[in-house]
């Protein structure tokens, strides 16, 4: 079987492929993006083999702000449909799957002319613009949460090595004992300066806890009381180790810290966006697995965390009740129907 991935413009669009890939192994894969972040991320299973071949398109991405590349959009879009069809053609899939972003908008219209099966996944409370739109031509529209009357309601793409991470590679990474109790703190795949922040200001938060930042790429905490990173390539084994997590409020993180049974305080990115954030950490707030906190709020931040390490017990026993998030085998099935 032949199957086409697609999906960029940030890691939670990109990521979730992965954990298709692995259960996908022994079939013809392909991934269609552009040069940035996706490629990137796809190169070790390039590299590897799992995935047979890279193919380039260009695509622009609507920006929620008055700015002349979004008059420029329809022809950038244009192009990126004539690019992506064009290795659709030669490819053949049997079936292309997207994980969304306006990195996989191109590829689905692409695929619809050419009358390819299409499956879209979205991750969020809502749908995305450029899932809504990739909606109406898509063969089948999956998703996490009940989000949509058109959508198959089949839980979330999780990668099964998140759940088997070492705890001893977990200290070793972040360079720390274990003797304390870890917060992890994780702004998703860009970083967030917001929370960098908030933790460098308030150094009170190491006399209980040893601290980790992955402060995103080109971002550095000045401050000598957190171990750092830009990025960690073993999540897993952190996951395994910590004890809480300050984050933003990404559906994949939110899942993803909820099946390691990671309670958070989750910190909803509202800025530049549809609100999405704060519909995922209101949710996952209400089943009991972690506890929403608005960026403006910020100056409780150390109650707030200290609080949920009191009591961490009784959120991981809620976590525990959420397994049904995985739908990583539902997703699978759906995409070997067209085999």
């Known amino acids: 079987m032949k199957i086409v991935f697609c999906g960029g413009g940030t890691a939670g669009h990109v990521t979730p492929n992965f954990a298709l890939m692995e259960k996908l192994l022994g079939n013809e894969m392909h991934y269609i993006g552009t040069n940035g972040m996706e490629k990137r991320l796809v190169a070790p299973y390039l590299n590897n083999g799992t995935i047979k071949g890279y193919h380039q398109i260009t695509a622009g991405k609507l920006k929620r702000k008055l700015a002349l590349s979004n008059l420029l959009l329809p022809f950038t879009l244009a ?8 290795h659709l053609k030669r490819l053949a899939p049997d079936v292309v799957f997207s994980k969304g972003g306006f990195v996989g908008l191109p590829v689905v219209i692409a695929s619809k002319q050419l009358k390819i099966p299409t499956i879209v996944h979205e991750s969020d409370m809502s749908l995305g613009l450029a899932n809504k739109i990739s909606s109406w031509h898509a063969t089948k529209l999956l998703t996490t949460f009940p989000c949509s009357k058109k959508g198959q309601n089949v839980g ?4 099964p090595s998140i759940l088997q991470g ?9 360079g720390f004992d274990g003797t304390k109790p870890i917060l992890l703190v994780m702004g998703g795949s860009l970083g967030a300066g917001a929370l960098n922040d908030a933790i460098s200001n308030n150094p009170q938060l190491a006399s209980t806890f040893d601290i980790f930042v992955i402060t995103g790429k080109g971002k550095q905490i000045d401050c000598n009381f957190v171990h750092q990173a830009e990025f960690v390539d073993n999540i897993a084994d952190i996951f395994s180790a910590v004890d809480i997590c300050l984050t933003r409020a990404g559906s994949n993180s939110l899942v993803e810290l909820t099946l390691a049974n990671v309670p958070f305080v989750a910190v909803p990115l509202t800025r530049g966006s549809r609100g999405e954030q704060v519909k995922n950490a209101k949710w996952f707030a209400d089943k009991g697995c972690g506890v929403c906190l608005e960026e403006s709020k910020l100056d409780n931040l150390v109650t707030t965390l200290l609080t949920l390490h ?4 009784q959120i991981v026993a809620e976590q525990k009740q959420c397994a049904y998030l995985n739908g990583t085998d539902k997703v699978v099935e759906e995409i070997l129907k067209y085999k």
């Open 79 to 86: 192009k990126s449909i004539r690019q992506a069809k064009k």
């Open 156 to 159: 979330a793409i999780v990668r």
């Open 166 to 174: 070492s705890r001893q590679k977990g200290l070793q990474t972040m």
């Open 310 to 313: 009191n009591n961490r017990n």
